[in-house]
Structure formats: structure tokens, C-alpha cells
């Protein structure tokens, strides 16, 4: 299947039946959204995968009690990092230059310069930088969760604040982003199933320029 007809299969499910998924599946998509693109790959983003039950169902009201949290077989959250720090930028070009063998200052010239601009800027600004990065990653999880022939179901409805406090995620440096409960689709509960799939006409939606 091209990722095309796995795009074309999916769909945000409102209801999933509560089968897991193979861990194998799982750690693929994942492993997807690691390889994810990020700015100066610095992946300022953790994302935490969540198989707990009992947690789920703490995380269900926080998440306005959608269905999919709790009958989801596995709950990923996407959480960036609020802010960046010298150290952190440090750690990622050493392991950078450690990998591929280089001298440890290969990078100084541009890793000064980054840390210059984005140091410099209010928590704020590089917690919303951090977090454009952690979508990246959440929409190659979705499409290889498509491609897996695992549904996916994007979610930004949920207490943000009160999500960070149930898992630690503000001493961990981390702020919630995005939700994607995985699972499989109950088509015969699901109002959202057999009706199409609607967008944009491609002519409105590509502006060329030629």
C-alpha cells in the first residue's frame, strides 16, 4: 500500500473497540516520529507512550472523556520542551559529532550561533518553536500508523495544564502538545466510518506559481 492509499484509508476514529495493537506496530510508529525532520535537529520534543489502563482512564476526563483514550490499545503524547537551554543544545551536537566520529568542536561556529539566536529568546517563543517540531513528528507517526494499517486518531482537545501535572511533565522540562490514542476502529459504532472523506478541491488548495 502507497502512503497515498493509506492517507485515503484513514480517518480521525471517533470510536475504537479496544483490541491492542502489536508492540511491534507500536514501536514502529514511534520509531517513525524519531526519525521525524526537526529544526537544527535538535528533536525538542519527548513523546511518551502510555499502555496503562488505569492511567488512561485518569487521562479521559482530562481529555474531555473522548472514547478513544480509554479504548485506545496504546496513548501517545507528544510533549516539547518548554524551553531551550545551553545544555541541551550542547548534548545534542556532542552526540552529533560523538556518532560520526568527528572532532568535538566540528559544529562550534553554528552551535554558537544557534544557541546566540534561540537563548535569547522568552520561554515562550522557543516553547512554541519546540512544539511546531513535535508535530512534525506526530504527523509521520500518523502516517505510518496508516501505513500499518493502525488508526491514529489526532487530538488536541485536552487540559494541557492539568495533563502536565498528572505525569510529572513540568520537572521533567516537558509540556503537553498533541494526543494520538491508537487502536482499531469499531465500524459499526462509529458514526464517522462510511462517509467520506472530504477536502479542499486540489485547485483551490495548490497555488502555483509558474
Do not use: C
Amino acid at each position: 500500500m502507497s502512503l497515498l492509499e493509506a492517507l485515503n484509508w484513514r480517518y480521525a476514529v471517533k470510536k475504537m473497540n479496544g483490541e491492542p495493537v502489536d508492540q511491534e506496530k507500536v514501536d514502529k510508529i514511534v520509531a517513525a516520529a524519531h526519525l521525524a525532520p526537526t529544526s537544527s535537529g535538535l528533536q525538542p520534543f519527548r513523546i511518551l507512550v502510555i499502555a496503562n489502563q488505569e492511567l488512561k482512564e485518569k487521562i479521559a476526563p482530562i481529555a474531555y472523556n473522548q472514547s478513544q483514550v480509554i479504548d485506545s490499545s496504546h496513548l501517545l503524547v507528544f510533549a516539547a520542551f518548554s524551553n531551550y537551554t545551553e545544555e541541551g543544545i550542547d548534548e545534542v551536537f556532542s552526540r552529533m559529532n560523538s556518532e560520526r566520529g568527528l572532532p568535538e568542536n566540528t559544529t562550534d561556529a553554528y552551535k554558537n550561533q544557534l544557541k546566540a539566536s534561540r537563548l535569547s529568546l522568552p520561554a515562550e517563543e522557543n516553547f512554541d518553536h519546540a512544539a511546531r517540531q513535535a508535530y512534525i513528528g506526530f504527523g509521520v507517526a500518523i502516517a505510518e500508523a496508516a501505513l500499518l494499517k493502525v488508526d491514529a486518531t489526532p487530538m488536541e482537545g485536552f487540559d494541557s495544564a492539568a495533563l502536565d501535572e498528572l505525569l510529572g511533565l513540568n520537572e521533567k522540562g516537558l509540556r503537553s502538545v498533541t494526543l494520538l490514542p491508537l487502536g482499531y476502529r469499531d465500524e459499526a459504532n462509529d458514526w464517522l466510518a462510511k462517509l467520506k472523506k472530504v477536502r479542499t478541491p486540489m485547485n483551490e488548495f495548490v497555488i502555483e506559481y509558474k
